[in-house]
């Protein structure tokens, strides 16, 4: 009987788990979609007229996509999206206007949804399952008929070409930056990854990208002229300019809009903000209703961008002293998270981090202590397919860059010890994975419901 999220989870990924331990291979040869298309075929999910825009990208899609639905939902769309990983609760994964989708609905659909999942489950062999992920699409797809969604801001979970989410019809391909990821998964080679990742291009569809790599862009393009899409590629030179840094977020200018408050303090959300904005401009040609030239759609896109939420990227939680937390557990992303909070950074500064052991630890660790005076290194045991690094080890690394390193077994211990070493007016700085961003946000309380 599925009546709570626990069981609810258990069941979705129940034809996974049977494979666990099984040697992973690449995508192409490991990965199915034709299940999840089954699935959504046989639960009529695919016949709502809906316009779907699909984001991809190695860092940022999340952002991206959050954007994006809020600049959809101010321009007076009723907006869905679907997102992964989730901070607390499964249900942020789906969202109609920001807010998650409630747990009553999300089980009764799983139980409406439980025949048509079990016809096909029937059919897998013993080396085949029905990916969790199409499983959460299909309940979103249904939430969304239910709630009159015409508009859908789909975030590929990894890939693009055998990932589920891109069984959806979208109109719109959008792709964040591609960098190598995931290559035991997605192959050897920056071109062979964004060849993955262009899978989210159909037929005729519109293509909107940040500035790539050559390689990446290869790909993209190429996969663009098999499909016969429009393709608009951002230069540098387009993308929106910084201004200043404000308390509570950035001031930046991109034409024709002027200056634009953006509510997020990460300077990398200035890219994904273009390339969102850009996004929208050519989705609302497809869609119809106000022009992106005419006054009311841009003051739409302004109004839009000032309430978008996003949280535990770059986010302060508290003060006396300052503590921001930043899901980067890349040398990039932890690079741009020190850049993006130097400025507030009041003395001492002490780190917390918290990086599986299948990233890069000792490079994070280098870069958060050239800002550091002192580095804690923690762990979480929330989800056990997460490994992270030994304590000796972690430890080891740490100390090649830092004096001062301590090892906390979990999050509560090492803000306490974090706290007496920064007192009122240092900083606290946490560079963790997103399952510590979740205990973040439990910690301090943070209504991840609604965004």
């Known amino acids: 009987m599925i009546d709570s999220m626990d069981a609810a989870i258990h069941y979705i990924f129940k034809t996974r788990r049977r494979l666990d331990g099984a040697p992973r291979g690449l995508d192409e040869y490991t990965r199915d979609v034709s299940w999840t298309r089954k699935l959504l075929e046989r639960a009529d999910l695919l016949a709502e007229e809906r316009a779907y825009a699909v984001v991809t990208g190695s860092r940022g899609k999340g952002s991206v996509t959050t954007i994006m639905a809020k600049l959809l939902e101010s321009v007076g769309h ?22 998650m989708i409630p747990t009553t609905d ?23 399952y029905l990916s969790p992920q199409g499983i959460f699409l299909a309940i979103a797809l249904r939430y969304f008929d239910e709630t009159d969604v015409n508009v859908a801001v ?65 790909a993209i393009k190429a996969e663009a002229d098999v499909m016969r899409a429009n ?44 390339l969102a904005i850009r996004a929208v401009e050519v989705f ?54 020190v850049e993006s909070v130097r400025a507030r950074l009041s003395e001492p500064v002490i780190s917390i981090v918290g990086i599986p052991r299948d990233r890069d630890f000792p490079g994070v ?57 920064a007192g009122e007016s240092g900083t606290i700085l946490l560079a963790v994975s997103l399952m510590l961003v979740g205990e973040c946000m439990l910690i301090w309380d943070v209504d991840t419901s609604a965004i």
């Not at 590629?233 to 200043?244: I, Q």
């Open 78 to 99: 009723q907006v869905g999206t679907l997102t992964s990983p989730h901070l607390v609760h499964w249900n942020e994964r789906i969202r109609v206007d920001g807010r």
């Open 154 to 218: 789909l975030e590929v979970g990894r890939g693009g070409r055998f990932d589920d989410v891109a069984v959806a019809p979208n109109r719109l391909a959008v792709f964040a930056p591609i960098m190598r990821e995931h290559s035991a998964l997605l192959g050897e080679g920056l071109e062979r990854i964004a060849w993955h990742k262009a899978g989210i291009i159909k037929q005729g569809c519109d293509v909107v990208t940040l500035p790539q790599d050559p390689a990446a862009m290869r």
């Open 284 to 337: 609302q040609r497809q869609l119809g209703g106000d022009s992106p030239e005419s006054a009311d759609f841009m003051e739409a896109i302004r109004s839009g961008l000032k309430r978008v939420k996003w949280l535990g990227r770059a986010q302060k939680l508290d003060d006396e002293p300052a503590i921001y937390v930043d899901g980067a557990i890349t040398i990039a992303s932890a690079k741009s998270f």
């Open 106 to 128: 999300f089980l009764r659909i799983l139980r409406d949804l439980q025949p048509m999942i079990h016809g096909v489950t029937e059919e897998l062999s013993d080396s085949q």
């Open 365 to 421: 660790y280098r870069v958060m202590a050239q800002v550091s005076q002192a580095l804690i290194i923690t762990e979480t045991d929330i989800n056990p397919n997460t490994r992270f690094p030994a304590q000796a080890g972690a430890v080891a690394a740490a100390r090649e860059c830092c004096a001062d390193v301590s090892y906390r077994k979990a999050l509560p211990g090492a803000l306490s010890l974090a706290r007496a070493k």
């Open 231 to 274: 393709l608009t590629r951002l230069a540098p030179a387009d993308l929106a300019k910084r201004l200043s840094d404000q308390p509570a977020g950035q001031l930046m200018h991109l034409p024709p809009y002027g200056s634009l408050f953006l509510p997020l303090l990460g300077r990398y959300q200035i890219e994904n903000a273009t």
